[in-house]
């Protein structure tokens, strides 16, 4: 009796790594994303925005719009199309889990200050929490050169703004001129 | 282990390093990070579903921005976002989680501009049909709302819209605001009443400018009284269906009379009222005299019950309908003597008699059948000798009377039964027996026909019955034994009965008509004479309206009830029982119909006659042979039948005035 159950017991643990080795992790399908995104998604490059602890709705969301070549990109259009539905979801299930560790950054406090109010005004309602990661994404905390690139790519109309961004960032740049985008830019990397 | 074989000892080993081998490199596969600490945004999402939890305070970030009350759709039109959070957070949904009702909203911010698309039906059933066994008693409301709900789905407006069929004429939240469904007694329920009239005006427009000018309009709208009417009063909340259906007639009457308690009462005692509580709109309802949406008080020239209006209201219906017909009392009240003293009067002094003479019999019953049973057990009184059966029988009615008798007695019954459905048209029975005849006008036929038989016996007995003494008039003496007139022998004999009764004499020897025969001869002629022409009155309105005063059919339709009901109980009880029920004669006397009475039974109730016949050598000349065996059951057989028929009808009467609303 005792030796059946041993046994047993040896086959299931001599058998366990094998069954998981069948479908990769999320975790497993994260590691490629450590070279550029950081380890566990906290990025410490200067133009990579972090994605640890963000909105795995909108890390799909993203993903799917690199697939389907929605957001400007370099190459990460062509990595997103490796992945099936179901390991996007289990790789935004994988960075929401981690913890985002925030680098801190050099900013101008005058700027920042500024932006706060300029935020508060137009942009809190959606990127709720001065930022924070929720259903509108990552902003607090994020690298200033990403933050630049990205609201350029809005700014030329190479990715598509998100209903109702444009209005607020008009209403923004319409507050403050062109010190706005720099202010919220600034804003932003004060976080951490 | 110890006594393990070393060979498979050593294959155990093996597994043994392999599992743990491959336990080394599975931790970095499967090892997960703890949760970080703090607020990650794991929080945002149910742990069993995956699903994202959106708080309600979410929503109010930009649903609930006093600043910002208004967005601006995708098409660049004003659109209002704002809710009130108090007003929700004191509703019956305070507790509900936003999207638990918009559950389209899955997205904050908003992905695509949201549809308003909220489902109040399915989740109130269902979660009625979840918690309706609680002991708790906490979703005890739901009943309620889903009774509406099946209302509402029996209603006008749930049926498809005639100008878009792919959509109902009104749902749910067309009226009720969900934000601000207020728990019962609450001030929000209070301020949804007084903004009613305005949202059904809504679409109702032409309705609510009419209400607008109403009493009840100027109470709710100008002065903010919430107890006045608003349109859910009278049309109901959710059981809403066309004005011109007898359901909507109906509803609506009820519902004025929630309020208007004594204009309800007063209404249901006229007859326009006592054939509507029969289920029938075709009489006057309130609104057919006072008017739906427009109702004012009758001071207001513009009112329909103003004086110089209401006639033109009679004539609806009494399309000739004189100015007689305004000093018609509609709300006649019998109990308010200061304003209808005649009404009153005229109560009073019916159910003085009805009660006195009821009274009076009813103890004259009781006693009788008390002495009859005493007497029997003492072996006296008269009983049946087997040993010499009946040959001889004394002919005491002739064949008209038999006729006259029989006709009278059926359309008697006749007019009880059509003509108390309305006065006890609060029963079961009476809508019943006039939905069998085919509703109140069929009914109306009926009584007015047996009513026309009823009063030509009378008059064709009365001329009978002169002819007959005209006859007579030499020998005919009118206060004599045979006479009908009451004399002073009757009075001895009713009070020697009394005595008889307590046992303190013997029982009185009678002529050829007893003083209860007499009672109940003379009877109908105070019945014809007050039955008969308040019947007549109320026979043809408009005719009558002619000669008499409109107040003439509140006096008439009063009297007419009462002394019917007198009638009825009467002639169905204490005339059964002195004629059928006593023991002497329990269970019946055929005589009325045979026309003839045993020899033994005359001498013992009419020995003085008996007597007197004797005397005369008269005896002979009345004395006939035994009825024929066929004669005896077709008599005996119609006795049952008509008996039978009276106890029904008493016991009819009796459950109408037990179960007489106030």
Redesign the interface.
């Known amino acids: 009796m005792t030796k059946t159950v041993r046994n047993l017991l040896l086959a299931v643990l001599a058998l366990a790594p094998a069954m998981t080795t069948a479908a990769p992790s999320g975790e497993a399908l994260a590691f490629t994303c450590a070279g550029c995104h950081g380890t566990d998604g906290s990025s410490v490059g200067p133009s990579m925005p972090s994605i640890a602890g963000m909105d795995p709705e909108v890390f799909v969301d993203a993903m799917k719009d690199y697939q389907a070549d929605k957001r400007n990109s370099s190459i990460m259009n062509r990595i997103a199309k490796g992945y099936t539905t179901q390991q996007l979801e289990d790789m935004a299930w994988f960075f929401a889990r981690q913890r985002l560790h925030l680098l801190p950054q050099k900013y101008d406090a005058a700027l920042a200050a500024r932006g706060k109010i300029l935020h508060d005004k137009h942009c809190e309602k959606c990127h709720e929490d001065g930022g924070r990661p929720g259903d509108a994404g990552t902003l607090a905390g994020q690298w200033m050169p990403y933050l630049q690139h990205t609201m350029d790519d809005f700014m030329s109309g190479k990715r598509d703004w998100p209903r109702k961004m444009k209005r607020k960032v008009d209403a923004a740049i319409a507050d403050d001129g062109k010190q706005a985008i720099p202010a919220l830019i600034h804003y932003y990397a004060s976080q951490h | 282990m110890n006594t393990m074989p070393r060979r498979i000892a050593s294959t155990?080993l093996a597994?043994?390093w392999?599992?743990v081998f491959?336990?080394c490199?599975?931790p970095a596969?499967?090892a997960?990070?703890a949760?970080?600490?703090g607020e990650?945004?794991?929080q945002?999402?149910d742990p069993a579903t995956g699903k994202?939890i959106i708080p309600n305070e979410?929503c109010l970030?930009?649903h609930g921005?006093e600043k910002e009350k208004t967005d601006?759709r995708?098409d660049g039109s004003k659109v209002n976002i704002f809710v009130h959070r108090d007003q929700i957070e004191a509703s019956v949904h305070g507790e509900q989680r936003c999207n638990s009702c918009h559950t389209t909203i899955s997205?904050?911010?908003?992905?695509?501009?949201p549809e308003v698309i909220v489902g109040c039906v399915e989740c109130h059933r269902s979660t009625w049909e979840k918690h309706k066994d609680d002991p708790s008693g906490e979703h005890e409301r739901l009943k309620v709302v889903v009774e509406q709900i099946d209302s509402f789905m029996g209603s006008v407006h749930a049926q498809p819209s005639k100008l878009d069929e792919s959509r109902t004429n009104a749902t749910c939240y067309d009226c009720h605001d969900a934000h601000t469904v207020g728990k019962l007694g609450t001030q929000q329920r209070e301020e949804n009443r007084l903004k009613n009239p305005e949202l059904c005006g809504s679409c109702h427009e032409k309705q609510l400018n009419e209400y607008r000018t109403s009493d009840h309009g100027k109470a709710v709208l100008e002065k903010k009284d919430s107890k006045a009417a608003v349109c859910s009063d009278c049309h109901t909340t959710h059981a809403i269906t066309s004005p011109e259906g007898d359901a909507a007639k109906k509803a609506i009457t009820k519902n004025c009379g929630d309020c208007h308690e004594d204009a309800q009462r007063t209404y249901f005692a006229s007859y326009h009222g006592q054939v509507h509580r029969l289920g029938y709109t075709n009489t006057a309802k309130c609104h057919d005299c006072h008017g739906g949406h427009e109702i004012k008080g009758k001071d207001d020239p513009t009112s329909e019950i103003h004086a110089n209006n209401r006639l033109e209201n009679c004539r609806n219906c009494h399309t000739d309908a004189n100015e007689n017909f305004l000093s018609f009392w509609p709300h006649g009240d019998a109990d308010d003597a200061e304003n209808y003293p005649a009404l009153w009067i005229a109560k009073v002094f019916m159910q003085a008699l009805i009660f006195g003479v009821i009274a009076f019999f009813w103890v004259h019953v009781l006693l009788w059948l008390y002495r009859e049973v005493m007497d029997r057990i003492q072996g006296k009184g008269f009983i049946e000798d087997r040993e010499r059966p009946d040959i001889v029988y004394f002919r005491r009615f002739p064949a008209v009377w038999r006729w006259i008798h029989g006709l009278f007695a059926i359309a008697t019954m006749t007019l009880i039964l059509t003509g108390t459905t309305l006065l006890f048209s609060h029963t079961a029975w009476a809508k019943a027996v006039v939905n069998f005849l085919g509703g109140p006008q069929v009914e109306g036929i009926v009584h007015r026909t047996a009513a026309v038989l009823w009063l030509s016996i009378f008059v064709a007995h009365l001329a009978i019955a002169l002819t007959n003494i005209w006859r007579k008039r030499q020998t005919f003496e009118w206060f004599g034994g045979t006479s009908m007139l009451p004399n002073w022998k009757d009075w001895d004999d009713l009070r020697g009965m009394f005595k008889w009764f307590l046992g303190r004499g013997p029982r009185p020897e009678f002529c050829h008509w007893t003083y209860w025969q007499k009672f109940d001869y003379w009877a109908p002629f105070w019945g014809t004479a007050v039955i008969g022409s308040s019947g007549i009155i109320l026979f043809a309105p408009e005719a009558t309206a002619t000669i008499l005063p409109g107040w003439m059919f509140n006096i008439a339709t009063l009297i007419h009830a009462e002394e019917a009901l007198l009638a009825a109980i009467f002639l169905n009880s204490v005339h059964f029982f002195n004629v059928h029920f006593r023991p002497e004669r329990f269970p019946m006397s055929t005589t009325i119909f045979t026309g003839a009475i045993p020899i033994e039974e005359f001498k013992h109730d009419h020995r003085l006659e008996y007597e007197r016949l004797v005397a005369a050598g008269e005896l002979d000349k009345h004395l006939v042979k035994r009825p024929s065996r066929r004669a005896d059951l077709a008599a005996s057989f119609i006795t049952s039948v008509l008996i039978m028929a009276g106890l029904a009808l008493l016991t009819l009467v009796l459950i109408g005035l037990m179960t007489m609303p106030d």
Do not use: G, K, M, Y
């Open positions: 155990a597994c043994l392999a599992a491959s336990l490199i599975t596969a499967h997960e990070n949760a970080p600490e990650t945004i794991l945002h999402f994202r979410r970030t930009c921005d601006v995708d997205r904050v911010p908003h992905r695509e501009a």
